[in-house]
């Protein structure tokens, strides 16, 4: 049964503090998200790439967050410097562009990062 | 503009009671598709269906059944026979042809949270 895996899980850091986010997608998907998840704004894309190629970081504050694909296998989310305020659940999901009708975007677990 | 209106914030029912879930969208693509999501208290986000913008076709998966209407822009979500496993946090999520791709960024509303008692 394949799955998006993110790492950490649980990460508790001080602000100021680089924090970094890893994500593995489903083997053979070519398009990456990025999504946070907070009380106040709900579920929002932070960025997305296909075939490593970044589409769309639109939703990403470009002054403290960077999103890469160093190869196809692994996503990486940095916040560096970390604040309060970026404490949310951080999603990542994957799918693989057909052309079809069933192109879907399926997410991993979640990293649940607190800045202290 | 919320493109995904959930209005619905929370509801409860008793196990066994038939419950729908509303989900309005709002969109000037005329080719989109549309999403349903759980996500139980483990906080994973589980996909559940997808349905294309050109299929008006109604779906039925077990006790899930699924009402698209693009007259109203609709796209509600019926559990027939509720059970405690069903309690979740449930997203509608819509999202667009941009791009000239069928996998584009999801725009999700803000979500129903279900509570089903024994």
């Known amino acids: 049964d394949a799955r998006v895996t993110q790492t950490p899980r649980h990460k508790v850091t001080e602000m100021g503090q680089e924090v970094t986010m890893r994500c593995q997608p489903i083997l053979g998907h070519n398009t990456v998200f990025w999504y946070r998840q907070t009380m106040m704004q709900g579920l929002e894309l932070l960025a997305y790439?296909?075939?490593?190629?970044?589409?769309?970081d639109s939703g990403m504050p470009k002054d403290r967050f960077s999103a890469e694909m160093p190869d196809a296998t692994l996503a990486t989310l940095k916040i560096q410097p970390s604040e309060p305020r970026d404490s949310a659940v951080y999603f990542c999901?994957?799918?693989?562009?057909?052309?079809?009708?069933?192109?879907?975007?399926?997410f991993g677990p979640g990293t649940r990062l607190t800045v202290l | 503009a919320q493109k995904v209106t959930q209005a619905q914030t929370e509801i409860s029912v008793v196990e066994k009671e038939d419950v729908t879930l509303d989900c309005v969208y709002e969109?000037?693509?005329?080719?989109?598709?549309l999403f349903w999501y759980k996500q139980p208290p483990s906080g994973e986000l589980v996909f559940l269906i997808r349905?294309?913008?050109?299929?008006?076709q109604n779906e039925i998966s077990g006790r899930y059944s699924w009402n698209f209407q693009k007259s109203t822009s609709s796209f509600n979500f019926t559990i027939t026979a509720s059970q405690v496993v069903d309690s979740a946090v449930y997203f509608c999520a819509l999202s667009e042809s941009g791009r000239g791709s069928t996998l584009g960024r999801l725009y999700f509303g803000r979500g129903t949270q279900l509570t089903v008692w024994p």
């Open positions: 790439f296909r075939n490593r190629a970044p589409l769309d």
């Open positions: 999901a994957s799918g693989l562009v057909q052309g079809g009708p069933t192109d879907t975007q399926y």
């Open positions: 969109t000037r693509d005329t080719t989109y598709y």
């Open positions: 349905r294309n913008s050109f299929d008006e």
